[in-house]
């Protein structure tokens, strides 16, 4: 069963945004901590951004701090990531998660979505 599901992905120039979204079943949803991973080319999946179950706390990786943010909207059953400022080394498959807790990493993660790519061209 797929639970959760990305969209927004796309082609962009350098300096452009973009914003991913995250379909995920109610349970999940309501119950777990999410987030999004990406795995660039010839690379380790990596951690890109973390929101509490409530929404009330976020985290990011450094690479991407004051330039993404994660959001929650109750309304959809949503994860938002809004990129702004894109790199080209932001070009990866961004798979959106669900974890039952803390450390939010790739091997705790419970939950993931078949990916959307993202590509920043120079």
């Known amino acids: 069963q797929v639970q959760l599901v990305e969209s927004g992905g796309g082609l962009v120039q350098a300096g452009g945004s973009l914003r991913l979204s995250c379909f995920a079943s109610g349970h999940i949803f309501r119950s777990y901590v999410m987030g999004w991973f990406r795995q660039a080319p010839g690379k380790e999946r990596e951690f890109v951004a973390a929101i509490s179950r409530t929404g009330g706390s976020t985290f990011y990786a450094d690479s991407v701090k004051g330039r993404f943010t994660i959001s929650r909207d109750s309304a959809k059953n949503s994860v938002n990531l809004q990129m702004n400022s894109l790199k080209p080394e932001d070009t990866a498959i961004y798979y959106c998660?669900?974890?039952?807790?803390?450390?939010?990493?790739?091997?705790?993660?419970?939950?993931w979505g078949q990916g959307t790519q993202v590509t920043v061209s120079s």
């Open positions: 998660a669900a974890g039952p807790n803390w450390p939010f990493i790739v091997s705790s993660a419970g939950y």
